[in-house]
């Protein structure tokens, strides 16, 4: 199993960004997938999740609003979408593969390299 994530870099405060998340070797529409970010010194932090199908999201309170979560089953990749971007929101975003939906980062049994995402004020 590969998740492979992408998409990170350096923007400006109130800037946006997208990153994706491409899979193999699962059968990605039988996964919730999620978002995770950690920073330096810090425990992994939930971001957002979605079904398999899609069809219902859920967001960390610093994320609702300003981040969306979305997924391509047919190309097996998992979208975020972050828009107005906090230097708050500095960290190493990680995509991650679960059978059950959680928010809980240890639920979940694949994970991505992380995509590092730089805001700066």
């Known amino acids: 199993v590969q998740l492979q994530a992408s998409g990170g870099g350096l923007v400006q405060a109130g800037g946006s960004l997208r990153l994706s998340c491409a899979a193999s070797?699962?059968?990605?529409?039988?996964?919730?997938m999620g978002w995770f970010r950690q920073a330096p010194g810090k425990e992994r932090e939930f971001v957002a999740v979605?079904?398999?199908?899609?069809?219902?999201?859920d967001y960390s309170g610093p994320t609702k609003g300003r981040f969306t979560i979305s997924r391509d089953n047919a190309a097996n990749t998992v979208y975020l979408q972050m828009n107005s971007l906090r230097p708050e929101d500095t960290s190493l975003y990680y995509c991650?593969?679960?059978?059950?939906?959680?928010?809980?980062?240890?639920?979940?049994?694949?994970w991505g390299q992380g995509t590092h995402v730089t805001v700066s004020s």
């Open positions: 070797g699962l059968t990605f529409s039988s996964f919730v």
């Open positions: 991650a593969a679960g059978r059950i939906y959680n928010i809980d980062y240890r639920r979940y049994d694949y």
């Open positions: 979605i079904t398999r199908s899609g069809g219902y999201t």
